[in-house]
């Protein structure tokens, strides 16, 4: 008789995790893993500089008695780390400067590395296929990074979301919806699971596009 007259609620209110955020971010979160992805443009430019018949620099190093898969894996972790850095002050720049808030900065350090390796290793791959001439291997790439960019709502920011309906695999294998999932991640769902899946994948990229870049090397070296 006593709980019935009592006006207590048995209802507990429990969040269940992330934010909402203002809609503008997520190009913001596109724009980051664009930007990841164009580091496609410094490994060709390094890829050039090992072949002979496109640089000065190449026709000197292909006389050294170093094989040239080992001078491009030399020039792809020097990259790395300039990219990384490139991509650093994008971030702080977006963070602070621009105030808009981009969720764990400990966690987008992680794949923002990630992002600085695919996007290279994604040049690498580029570069060192077929006997294309410069200008036709900065098209491809060029190409390749705006398309990425697109589907992972660079251009229109619902475009993710509308693949995700119709076509999902394709953000799966889109590098640049994978990094801006990521930040999605850490900054709105706050899933970790979610989030170890999306490194996974890119690490799995990146050692796919370096493998096929160092087999196209070898064949050009036959």
Not at 55 to 69: D, E, F, N, V
Not at 80 to 94: C, D, G, P, W
Not at 119 to 132: D, N, V
Request: with cysteine; net charge positive.
């Amino acid at each position: 008789v006593a709980s019935l007259q009592t006006n207590g609620s048995f209802i507990t209110e429990k969040s269940v995790g992330g934010k909402t955020l203002n809609p503008t971010v997520l190009y913001f979160f596109a724009l980051i893993a664009y930007a990841c992805m164009s580091g496609a443009y410094l490994s060709i430019e390094a890829v050039r500089d090992t072949q002979a018949n496109l640089s000065p620099l190449g026709a000197r190093r292909s006389i050294t008695p170093y094989r040239k898969q080992f001078l491009i894996f030399i020039d792809m972790l020097v990259l790395i780390f300039i990219h990384f850095i490139n991509v650093m002050i994008l971030t702080f720049y977006v963070n602070y400067i621009l105030d808009i808030d981009l969720g764990n900065n400990y966690l987008a350090i992680l794949h923002e590395f990630m992002g600085s390796l695919i996007g290279i290793c994604l040049g690498l791959m580029i570069g060192c296929i077929g006997k294309l001439t410069f200008s036709a291997k900065i098209g491809i790439c060029t190409s390749t990074t705006l398309l990425t960019g697109f589907l992972s709502g660079l251009m229109f920011g619902n475009m993710k979301d509308v693949i995700e309906q119709n076509a999902p695999i394709l953000n799966r294998i889109n590098p640049a919806a994978v990094l801006s999932d990521a930040y999605y991640c850490i900054s709105v769902y706050n899933d970790t699971l979610r989030y170890q899946r999306c490194m996974i994948t890119l690490l799995i990229m990146s050692i796919l596009f370096l493998g096929i870049a160092f087999l196209g090397v070898r064949r050009n070296v036959m």
